[in-house]
C-alpha cells in the first residue's frame, strides 16, 4: 500500500481554468488534494501532467463501463486521495478508511454501508460492487463523490475528479492533452470498435470537434462481448524426441566436466534480462536450434556427443531458444494452409479480360464464384495467361514450447502456447517469457487465435478483454505480447493492441516496442510488467528511426532514444516516464548516418559514419540537458559498442579507406570510399571530452565481415580471460587464399587487441530439417566450442588445439 506521504507527493495536481493545465502553472488556486484525470477504457491515470498506471500491481485495469456506468477499481482510486483499502476474503468484502469513517462495500451486492463517530448507516446504489481482474470495482460517482467527497465531470470519455467542478467541454487545450496522453490506446469496447479500428476507420476525433455532442455517463460504450467460443480444434502436438545411440543409456542426469571457470551466456543488452538465441549451453550440454529441430550435445572436458534431438513438426520452424536450469524452451513460428485463394485469383484474371463496361454489367459475377469455392469450377481462362494453380493464404503462428531437461537425454514436453502472428522477439525475466508477436490483418482477422496448452489443445479466440485500440491512429493487424511462466502449469497471460512493433528494449519492469510511422517519426509503446500481468502504460513519437534494441535505453525512470531521420539528421532523445521529451541533443552529424549505439548509466556514446568513423560522448547525468562532452574521428565504423572494463569501450565493425583519382593538374582528389576488413577499436572513455582509440586491429581486406556486425548475440563475450570470439567470413586480397571463414579469437588483455586465432570452419556438408543452421563460439571451463551448422569442433581455450569434432547426422 502506497503511503500518504507518497501518495500526497506525487498526486499534487495544477488545476487551470482555461488554457495548458496539466504542465504550466497558473493563476488559479491549486486545490487541495489536486485534480487527477481518467479516460475510459484507458489503464493509465493523470496527474499533474504525469501518467501513471491506474492500478501498477496489476496493469490490465482500466476505467471500465459495465451496464452504461464507469466503474472504478476502489483501492487505486482511493489511494491517489489518501485514503486505506483492504479486502476482507472471508465476508467477501471491501474495506476502505478516509476522513475518520470506514465503508464497506459488499461484494455482488447494490450497497454499501458507512461506520464513523457511533453511527452505522446504510446506502443504496444502482450497481452492483464486483471482482474485475482480481480488483473490487465500484461506481465512479458513488466512490468519488458519495465517499471521497470529490466532485466527478465527465465529457466525450474524459473524466476529471477534483475538488470543484471541471467544465470540460470549454476546457478544448485541457481535453486535447488529456486525450494525447492516456487516450490514445483503450480497451475495445465493443466489437464494432475493434473492427473499425482495424479497418482504417479513425473511430473519434478529439473531443474538441464543435460538431460532437455532450457523451453523457448512461451512454458511454458498452462492452459487447466477442465470439470467444472455442474454434475448430488442431491435432495435439507432435514433439518427437529422438536418441542418438550411446553407450550410456541411463536414466540419471549426466554431469559433464565442466570447470569452476563457468560457461559462455548469451550476450545481452540488460543485466538479468535473457534473450533467446540460437545456441545456448547449461555448461554441461550444447543446444543447438534451427528448421524443426533442437540437437542436444553432451560436452565432456572437449569430448562430444551427440546425445539426443527434440523433432519439432515440419510445420514448425525453431527462430531460437531459451536454457535456464531444467528448462528449455523453443520458440518460433509455425506455418499452415489458410484460406482458398485460387477463386480471387481466376476472378483477376477473369477481369482482366473484361472491359470496363462488361465489369459493370456483371456485378455479381464475382459473388457467384465466390459461393462456388467448394464446387468444380468451369472458368474461361485466357490460355495465353495460363491457369494459375489452386493455392492457399498462410497464416502464421508464433509458438513457445516448453520442456523438462532434469534429463538432457530424455527431454519431456510440459506445455506450449501458440499465437496467430509471426514471431519477432522477446526477452525472459527469472521464469516468465515475454513473446512479441506481429500479426497483420488482411481484413479477415477480427479476434486472434491462440492456444494454450495448460487449458486445452484447440485453439481459441482471443477475449476482447486483452485487446486494446488506438482509436486515432487506425491499424491492421495487432501487437501482441504473452507472458509465458516456463516454471509451472500457470495459464499465459496476453495483451494486444492494434499497432505494429519492430524493435524491442526491456528491462526488470518496463517493456518499449518501436516501429516507423509517419513523417519520419518513429512511434515508441511502452508496457509496464509486473510478473505475468502486462498493461499498457502510455505511447510517444520521436524524429527519425532507430537502428536497433541498442538505441533505446531507460536509466532512472527516463528513456533515452537515439535515431536518424532520412535526411541524415542524428538526435538523441530522453523522455520522461510518461514519454514526453524533457531533453534533446538534434543536429547531431548532419549528412552521417547512425550505426551503433551503447548507454552506460548517465552516459551515452553514438557511431556515426559516411566517410569517417566519428564517435560522440555525451553526458546524460542531467535528463533535462543531455550534452556531446567529446568527439572522436578515426577511419572506418563501429557497428556494435560493447563495454570491457571501467572506462573500457569495444567497437566491432569495418576499416575503411578513401579512393582518390588525379585531377586535370594531377593532384589527388578524395572520390569516395571503400570499406576494408573487420575492425576491432578499443576505446578509453575515462575523459568524457576526450575520447581516445587506444589500440586497433583490422583483420581481413574488403569483403570481410560478421553476424556480430548486426547482431550482438553471435558475439561470445568471456570478461574473465578478456576475450572475444565470433565466426567471420575474411577476404584477403593478396593471398592465394583469397576467402576463409572461421572463428576469430581477439584479445583486450593490458588494455590492448591482440588476436589469439583464427579457428578455421569446415563445412559440414550436411543439409535438411535435422540439421540447424547456427554458427556460435561458446566456451565451457576449460574448453572452446564453435558450432558451425551441422558440424561442432571442441578446442583447448588455451592453446586452440583441436580436440574433437562432431558431425550432427
Given at each position: 500500500?502506497?503511503?500518504?506521504?507518497?501518495?500526497?507527493?506525487?498526486?499534487?495536481?495544477?488545476?487551470?481554468?482555461?488554457?495548458?493545465?496539466?504542465?504550466?502553472?497558473?493563476?488559479?488556486?491549486?486545490?487541495?488534494?489536486?485534480?487527477?484525470?481518467?479516460?475510459?477504457?484507458?489503464?493509465?491515470?493523470?496527474?499533474?501532467?504525469?501518467?501513471?498506471?491506474?492500478?501498477?500491481?496489476?496493469?490490465?485495469i482500466s476505467a471500465t463501463v459495465v451496464k452504461g456506468k464507469t466503474m472504478l477499481p476502489l483501492r487505486a482510486v482511493s489511494e491517489f486521495f489518501g485514503a486505506e483499502v483492504s479486502y476482507d476474503q472471508n465476508q467477501r468484502k471491501a474495506i476502505l478508511k478516509y476522513d475518520g469513517k470506514q465503508f464497506y462495500f459488499p461484494i455482488d451486492q447494490k450497497k454499501y454501508i458507512v461506520e464513523g463517530l457511533g453511527e452505522r448507516e446504510e446506502f443504496s446504489i444502482d450497481t452492483n460492487s464486483m471482482i474485475m481482474e482480481g480488483r473490487t470495482m465500484v461506481p465512479l460517482r458513488v466512490i468519488c463523490e458519495q465517499v471521497l467527497g470529490k466532485k466527478v465531470s465527465y465529457y466525450n470519455r474524459v473524466i476529471a475528479v477534483s475538488d470543484q467542478t471541471v467544465n470540460l467541454k470549454t476546457q478544448t487545450e485541457l481535453m486535447k492533452q488529456v486525450e494525447e496522453k492516456?487516450?490514445?490506446?483503450?480497451?475495445?469496447?465493443?466489437?464494432?470498435?475493434?473492427?473499425?479500428?482495424?479497418?482504417?476507420?479513425?473511430?473519434?476525433?478529439?473531443?474538441?470537434?464543435?460538431?460532437?455532442?455532450?457523451?453523457?455517463?448512461?451512454?458511454?460504450?458498452?462492452?459487447?462481448?466477442?465470439?470467444?467460443?472455442?474454434?475448430?480444434?488442431?491435432?495435439?502436438?507432435?514433439?518427437?524426441?529422438?536418441?542418438?545411440?550411446?553407450?550410456?543409456?541411463?536414466?540419471?542426469?549426466?554431469?559433464?566436466?565442466?570447470?569452476?571457470?563457468?560457461?559462455?551466456?548469451?550476450?545481452?543488452?540488460?543485466?538479468?534480462?535473457?534473450?533467446?538465441?540460437?545456441?545456448?549451453?547449461?555448461?554441461?550440454?550444447?543446444?543447438?536450434?534451427?528448421?524443426?529441430?533442437?540437437?542436444?550435445?553432451?560436452?565432456?572436458?572437449?569430448?562430444?556427443?551427440?546425445?539426443?534431438?527434440?523433432?519439432?513438426?515440419?510445420?514448425?520452424?525453431?527462430?531460437?531458444?531459451?536454457?535456464?536450469?531444467?528448462?528449455?524452451?523453443?520458440?518460433?513460428?509455425?506455418?499452415?494452409?489458410?484460406?482458398?485463394?485460387?477463386?480471387?485469383?481466376?476472378?483477376?484474371?477473369?477481369?482482366?479480360?473484361?472491359?470496363?463496361?462488361?465489369?459493370?454489367?456483371?456485378?455479381?459475377?464475382?459473388?457467384?464464384?465466390?459461393?462456388?469455392?467448394?464446387?468444380?469450377?468451369?472458368?474461361?481462362?485466357?490460355?495465353?495467361?495460363?491457369?494459375?494453380?489452386?493455392?492457399?493464404?498462410?497464416?502464421?503462428?508464433?509458438?513457445?514450447?516448453?520442456?523438462?531437461?532434469?534429463?538432457?537425454?530424455?527431454?519431456?514436453?510440459?506445455?506450449?502456447?501458440?499465437?496467430?502472428?509471426?514471431?519477432?522477439?522477446?526477452?525472459?525475466?527469472?521464469?516468465?517469457?515475454?513473446?512479441?508477436?506481429?500479426?497483420?490483418?488482411?481484413?479477415?482477422?477480427?479476434?486472434?487465435?491462440?492456444?494454450?496448452?495448460?487449458?486445452?489443445?484447440?485453439?481459441?479466440?482471443?477475449?476482447?478483454?486483452?485487446?486494446?485500440?488506438?482509436?486515432?491512429?487506425?491499424?491492421?493487424?495487432?501487437?501482441?505480447?504473452?507472458?509465458?511462466?516456463?516454471?509451472?502449469?500457470?495459464?499465459?497471460?496476453?495483451?494486444?493492441?492494434?499497432?505494429?512493433?519492430?524493435?524491442?528494449?526491456?528491462?526488470?519492469?518496463?517493456?518499449?516496442?518501436?516501429?516507423?510511422?509517419?513523417?519520419?517519426?518513429?512511434?515508441?509503446?511502452?508496457?509496464?510488467?509486473?510478473?505475468?500481468?502486462?498493461?499498457?502504460?502510455?505511447?510517444?513519437?520521436?524524429?527519425?528511426?532507430?537502428?536497433?534494441?541498442?538505441?533505446?535505453?531507460?536509466?532512472?525512470?527516463?528513456?533515452?532514444?537515439?535515431?536518424?531521420?532520412?535526411?541524415?539528421?542524428?538526435?538523441?532523445?530522453?523522455?520522461?516516464?510518461?514519454?514526453?521529451?524533457?531533453?534533446?541533443?538534434?543536429?547531431?552529424?548532419?549528412?552521417?548516418?547512425?550505426?551503433?549505439?551503447?548507454?552506460?548509466?548517465?552516459?551515452?556514446?553514438?557511431?556515426?559514419?559516411?566517410?569517417?568513423?566519428?564517435?560522440?560522448?555525451?553526458?546524460?547525468?542531467?535528463?533535462?540537458?543531455?550534452?556531446?562532452?567529446?568527439?572522436?574521428?578515426?577511419?572506418?565504423?563501429?557497428?556494435?559498442?560493447?563495454?570491457?572494463?571501467?572506462?573500457?569501450?569495444?567497437?566491432?565493425?569495418?576499416?575503411?579507406?578513401?579512393?582518390?583519382?588525379?585531377?586535370?593538374?594531377?593532384?589527388?582528389?578524395?572520390?569516395?570510399?571503400?570499406?576494408?576488413?573487420?575492425?576491432?577499436?578499443?576505446?578509453?572513455?575515462?575523459?568524457?571530452?576526450?575520447?581516445?582509440?587506444?589500440?586497433?586491429?583490422?583483420?581481413?581486406?574488403?569483403?570481410?565481415?560478421?553476424?556480430?556486425?548486426?547482431?550482438?548475440?553471435?558475439?561470445?563475450?568471456?570478461?574473465?580471460?578478456?576475450?572475444?570470439?565470433?565466426?567471420?567470413?575474411?577476404?584477403?586480397?593478396?593471398?592465394?587464399?583469397?576467402?576463409?571463414?572461421?572463428?576469430?579469437?581477439?584479445?583486450?588483455?593490458?588494455?590492448?587487441?591482440?588476436?589469439?586465432?583464427?579457428?578455421?570452419?569446415?563445412?559440414?556438408?550436411?543439409?535438411?530439417?535435422?540439421?540447424?543452421?547456427?554458427?556460435?563460439?561458446?566456451?565451457?571451463?576449460?574448453?572452446?566450442?564453435?558450432?558451425?551448422?551441422?558440424?561442432?569442433?571442441?578446442?583447448?581455450?588455451?592453446?586452440?588445439?583441436?580436440?574433437?569434432?562432431?558431425?550432427?547426422?
Amino acid at each position: 500500500m502506497r503511503t500518504k506521504t507518497i501518495i500526497c507527493g506525487v498526486l499534487v495536481a495544477l488545476f487551470l481554468l482555461s488554457g495548458s493545465i496539466l504542465a504550466t502553472a497558473s493563476d488559479e488556486t491549486e486545490s487541495e488534494h489536486g485534480t487527477i484525470y481518467l479516460y475510459t477504457g484507458s489503464p493509465l491515470i493523470l496527474s499533474n501532467g504525469t501518467i501513471h498506471m491506474l492500478d501498477s500491481a496489476n496493469p490490465d485495469i482500466s476505467a471500465t463501463v459495465v451496464k452504461g456506468k464507469t466503474m472504478l477499481p476502489l483501492r487505486a482510486v482511493s489511494e491517489f486521495f489518501g485514503a486505506e483499502v483492504s479486502y476482507d476474503q472471508n465476508q467477501r468484502k471491501a474495506i476502505l478508511k478516509y476522513d475518520g469513517k470506514q465503508f464497506y462495500f459488499p461484494i455482488d451486492q447494490k450497497k454499501y454501508i458507512v461506520e464513523g463517530l457511533g453511527e452505522r448507516e446504510e446506502f443504496s446504489i444502482d450497481t452492483n460492487s464486483m471482482i474485475m481482474e482480481g480488483r473490487t470495482m465500484v461506481p465512479l460517482r458513488v466512490i468519488c463523490e458519495q465517499v471521497l467527497g470529490k466532485k466527478v465531470s465527465y465529457y466525450n470519455r474524459v473524466i476529471a475528479v477534483s475538488d470543484q467542478t471541471v467544465n470540460l467541454k470549454t476546457q478544448t487545450e485541457l481535453m486535447k492533452q488529456v486525450e494525447e496522453k492516456i487516450g490514445k490506446v483503450v480497451k475495445a469496447g465493443t466489437m464494432s470498435e475493434l473492427k473499425k479500428a482495424l479497418s482504417g476507420n479513425i473511430l473519434y476525433g478529439f473531443s474538441v470537434d464543435e460538431k460532437a455532442g455532450v457523451q453523457k455517463e448512461a451512454t458511454m460504450t458498452g462492452q459487447e462481448s466477442g465470439d470467444s467460443s472455442v474454434q475448430n480444434g488442431i491435432a495435439s502436438e507432435e514433439h518427437e524426441t529422438a536418441a542418438a545411440p550411446s553407450a550410456d543409456s541411463s536414466a540419471a542426469p549426466d554431469s559433464a566436466g565442466g570447470s569452476n571457470r563457468g560457461y559462455s551466456e548469451t550476450n545481452v543488452q540488460v543485466e538479468g534480462i535473457d534473450e533467446a538465441d540460437v545456441v545456448k549451453t547449461d555448461g554441461n550440454y550444447l543446444y543447438i536450434g534451427g528448421n524443426n529441430v533442437v540437437r542436444i550435445v553432451k560436452t565432456d572436458q572437449g569430448k562430444l556427443e551427440d546425445k539426443t534431438s527434440i523433432k519439432l513438426s515440419t510445420d514448425k520452424n525453431v527462430s531460437e531458444i531459451y536454457v535456464d536450469g531444467n528448462k528449455l524452451a523453443i520458440l518460433g513460428t509455425r506455418s499452415e494452409n489458410g484460406d482458398l485463394l485460387y477463386n480471387k485469383r481466376e476472378v483477376e484474371v477473369t477481369e482482366a479480360m473484361e472491359t470496363p463496361a462488361e465489369q459493370a454489367a456483371e456485378p455479381e459475377q464475382i459473388t457467384e464464384v465466390s459461393k462456388a469455392a467448394s464446387e468444380p469450377m468451369q472458368i474461361a481462362v485466357d490460355r495465353s495467361i495460363g491457369i494459375m494453380p489452386p493455392y492457399y493464404s498462410i497464416k502464421n503462428y508464433s509458438f513457445v514450447d516448453v520442456y523438462d531437461i532434469s534429463d538432457p537425454a530424455r527431454p519431456k514436453y510440459l506445455k506450449g502456447h501458440e499465437m496467430e502472428g509471426s514471431y519477432q522477439s522477446s526477452r525472459k525475466n527469472g521464469d516468465i517469457i515475454y513473446l512479441v508477436t506481429n500479426l497483420y490483418s488482411s481484413g479477415d482477422v477480427v479476434l486472434p487465435m491462440m492456444r494454450d496448452t495448460v487449458l486445452g489443445a484447440k485453439q481459441v479466440q482471443m477475449q476482447l478483454d486483452d485487446i486494446m485500440i488506438m482509436p486515432r491512429r487506425p491499424a491492421d493487424g495487432y501487437l501482441i505480447i504473452s507472458a509465458i511462466n516456463v516454471s509451472n502449469q500457470e495459464k499465459t497471460e496476453v495483451e494486444a493492441i492494434t499497432a505494429y512493433g519492430m524493435t524491442m528494449y526491456m528491462n526488470d519492469s518496463s517493456l518499449y516496442l518501436a516501429s516507423d510511422g509517419a513523417n519520419d517519426k518513429s512511434t515508441i509503446i511502452k508496457f509496464e510488467l509486473a510478473g505475468m500481468k502486462v498493461g499498457y502504460a502510455g505511447s510517444g513519437e520521436v524524429k527519425g528511426h532507430l537502428i536497433n534494441q541498442f538505441a533505446m535505453d531507460e536509466y532512472g525512470g527516463n528513456l533515452r532514444v537515439a535515431t536518424t531521420t532520412w535526411g541524415n539528421e542524428n538526435a538523441l532523445y530522453v523522455l520522461d516516464q510518461s514519454l514526453n521529451e524533457m531533453g534533446a541533443v538534434t543536429g547531431l552529424a548532419k549528412g552521417e548516418t547512425i550505426y551503433s549505439v551503447r548507454f552506460m548509466g548517465d552516459k551515452g556514446y553514438i557511431v556515426t559514419f559516411r566517410t569517417i568513423d566519428p564517435l560522440f560522448v555525451f553526458d546524460l547525468s542531467d535528463p533535462k540537458n543531455p550534452v556531446v562532452t567529446g568527439e572522436l574521428k578515426i577511419p572506418g565504423f563501429s557497428s556494435y559498442l560493447h563495454p570491457v572494463g571501467k572506462d573500457l569501450l569495444l567497437g566491432i565493425g569495418a576499416d575503411t579507406y578513401e579512393i582518390y583519382r588525379k585531377d586535370s593538374s594531377g593532384k589527388d582528389v578524395a572520390v569516395g570510399v571503400r570499406q576494408g576488413g573487420i575492425k576491432y577499436s578499443l576505446f578509453d572513455v575515462s575523459d568524457m571530452g576526450r575520447p581516445k582509440e587506444i589500440s586497433n586491429y583490422v583483420l581481413g581486406d574488403a569483403g570481410s565481415g560478421s553476424e556480430a556486425f548486426y547482431n550482438h548475440k553471435a558475439l561470445m563475450v568471456d570478461s574473465s580471460a578478456q576475450r572475444v570470439a565470433m565466426d567471420a567470413y575474411l577476404n584477403f586480397e593478396d593471398q592465394k587464399t583469397d576467402y576463409q571463414q572461421g572463428a576469430v579469437i581477439m584479445s583486450y588483455a593490458g588494455k590492448k587487441l591482440a588476436l589469439k586465432g583464427i579457428l578455421k570452419s569446415e563445412p559440414s556438408g550436411l543439409y535438411g530439417n535435422d540439421i540447424p543452421y547456427a554458427r556460435r563460439v561458446l566456451y565451457i571451463g576449460e574448453q572452446l566450442y564453435y558450432v558451425q551448422d551441422g558440424r561442432i569442433t571442441s578446442y583447448d581455450y588455451e592453446s586452440l588445439k583441436k580436440i574433437d569434432d562432431l558431425l550432427l547426422r
